[in-house]
């Protein structure tokens, strides 16, 4: 099915460790976007790419790294997670910058 | 000022009733509007795009746009208790290639 999907669910890790949150979609959109939401402050941009191998900082980005190799994936990278990372993580895509965003289920991450 | 404002709620209207939410934004020129609405641990879903002045219609919804004034709402008519959800409002940022979301309005429906 046509769509954007994010994986895992739901998440568990450690501070310190590593973290990468996947995020696949399958219409060929030019704009990827990666937002976390936090109760009190709404959903807060991190990383957005307009195209494959082109990224750019959002409002949040410190602590994280993304990467767009191909033009459907755009994984999210928490190089050594805190628990100030503990929210949820949506990935969302769009034809173009005046195009409503398209949002995948979420990821619910919890830095213990 | 934040760039997308929305009034957090909740708005509690009875089953019926018609729901007004408003959204104001500071960039004058911004192009497109978006209403999303989101179910509690849902992801945000779209029901409304709205780009020039005046009001657009989808159904129960209706989305109204000026952009002199700065203002973006929507209105839901003959609410329902599914109708109860956050109501998020996004508006683009020219040149920026991104959209900015307001905090969410809470909408509670009671039958």
């Known amino acids: 099915d046509a769509g954007i999907t994010q994986s895992p669910r739901y998440k568990i890790t450690e501070t310190g460790r590593q973290v990468t949150l996947m995020c696949h979609q399958t219409w060929s959109h030019s704009y990827m976007f990666w937002y976390r939401q936090d109760l009190g402050h709404g959903l807060r941009l991190i990383y957005y790419s307009a195209a494959a191998d082109i990224t750019d900082k959002g409002e949040v980005p410190d602590g994280y790294v993304v990467s767009r190799s191909k033009t459907e994936n755009f994984p999210l990278t928490l190089e050594s997670a805190t628990r100030s990372q503990t929210s949820v993580y949506f990935c969302?895509?769009?034809?173009?910058?005046?195009?409503?965003?398209?949002f995948g289920n979420g990821t619910r991450l919890t830095v213990t | 000022q934040k760039e997308v404002e929305q009034n957090s709620g909740p708005l509690s209207v009875p089953e019926g009733a018609i729901a007004s939410l408003n959204c104001t934004y500071s960039?004058?020129?911004?192009?497109?509007f978006f209403w999303y609405r989101q179910y509690s641990g849902k992801s945000p879903e779209l029901i409304m795009s709205i780009y020039s002045n005046g009001d657009k219609e989808d159904g129960r919804f209706t989305a109204q746009l000026n952009k002199a004034s700065q203002y973006v709402s929507l209105l839901i008519r003959d609410s329902q208790p599914s109708d109860s959800a956050t109501y998020l409002c996004?508006?683009?940022?020219?040149?920026?290639?991104?959209?900015?979301f307001g905090t969410g309005t809470r909408l509670l429906v009671s039958p």
């Open positions: 969302a895509s769009s034809e173009d910058s005046n195009s409503p965003l398209h």
């Open positions: 996004a508006v683009n940022i020219p040149g920026f290639q991104k959209l900015v």
């Open positions: 960039d004058r020129v911004s192009q497109s």
